[in-house]
């Protein structure tokens, strides 16, 4: 199923209507476990299944974790495809968390395995990393347009590590972090009511200390098992807490299998991030 309209356009409706919330599918191991399933493929077909039927007719965002289903080979790639388009199916919007990111040519690459609608892993929306330079990701900025999806750059990862990095401060005095916020900023210039090209900023942050306002989606991991909870985000976020897409992984998974008490896990984050955004 594809749809050419913006991904920035069908996630301000999706925020909008279903609240603001991304839940991550991080088959971990020990969820697994702590769901009675074994650590196998059965495991993990059974877990991601359980996740999109509780969770995608009613949450915004789905981000399943490529890694969770790589560990298992091809038959765990064919488990995340089949949880892709089924989340989709039943209208969540579905960012692939694969942090992609290489030169150009291969960039190309990567792009068509997750953006082109031919693709069988074709998503709404992709992680990047872009730290092989912003240009690296031409190729994605370019089929993303052509196709409707967006892109969430990492920018201030919620990682400690991620500062190194991230807030190194080059020739011209800015930050690396905010070379990548005005990259995407330009990209998203005129578009309504939100761009397509959105940013990685933790929630863990102490401060984001960078201008986020890039007219586009903040991608906030970091809410629930790192410590960040929903009162932290217009700490980090101020004025841009609209464009915010809270996401959580852990801290709903670990409510399962019950579907009543994931859906309810998933509320309650829609709940409290409503309360502090007063949306
Ligand atoms: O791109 C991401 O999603 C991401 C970026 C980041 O800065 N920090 C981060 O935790 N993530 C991802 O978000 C999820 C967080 O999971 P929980 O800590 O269980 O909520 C994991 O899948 C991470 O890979």
Not at 11 to 37: E, F, K
Not at 69 to 82: C, D, H, K, Q, Y
Not at 83 to 107: F, N, W, Y
Not at 142 to 147: E, F, I, S
Request: proline share 5%; with cysteine; glycine share 10%.
């Amino acid at each position: 199923m594809t749809d050419s309209t913006p991904f920035g356009t069908r996630l301000r409706t999706a925020l909008d209507t279903r609240g603001q919330l991304c839940v991550g599918i991080d088959p971990h191991a020990s969820l697994l476990t702590a769901w009675g399933l074994d650590d196998d493929l059965a495991g993990l077909e059974t877990f991601s299944r359980t996740v999109v039927e509780a969770l995608a007719d009613r949450v915004a965002v789905l981000k399943p974790q490529a890694a969770f289903f790589e560990r298992f080979g091809s038959r765990g790639v064919a488990v995340l495809e089949r949880s892709v388009a089924e989340a989709r199916a039943a209208g969540a919007l579905v960012v692939m968390d694969a942090k992609r990111g290489d030169i150009g040519s291969t960039m190309a690459a990567y792009a068509e395995a997750f953006l082109s609608p031919d693709s069988p892993l074709f998503s709404d929306a992709l992680t990047v990393s872009p730290y092989l330079g912003f240009g690296s990701l031409q190729p994605a900025v370019d089929l993303a347009h052509a196709n409707g999806c967006g892109l969430f750059a990492l920018a201030l990862t919620s990682n400690p590590e991620g500062h190194e990095v991230q807030r190194a401060v080059g020739a011209d005095g800015r930050s690396v972090a905010q070379a990548v916020l005005a990259r995407l900023a330009a990209e998203n210039a005129g578009a309504e009511p939100l761009g397509s090209f959105g940013a990685v900023v933790g929630a863990t942050l102490a401060d984001a200390g960078a201008d986020l306002a890039i007219n586009g989606p903040l991608l906030a991991p970091g809410v629930g098992a790192q410590g960040a909870t929903a009162a932290d985000l217009p700490r980090v976020f101020g004025d841009q807490v609209r464009n915010v897409v809270p996401s959580v992984s852990r801290d709903v998974l670990k409510h399962g299998p019950s579907v009543e008490a994931l859906r309810r896990a998933a509320q309650t984050f829609v709940d409290d991030v409503r309360a502090v955004t007063n949306r």
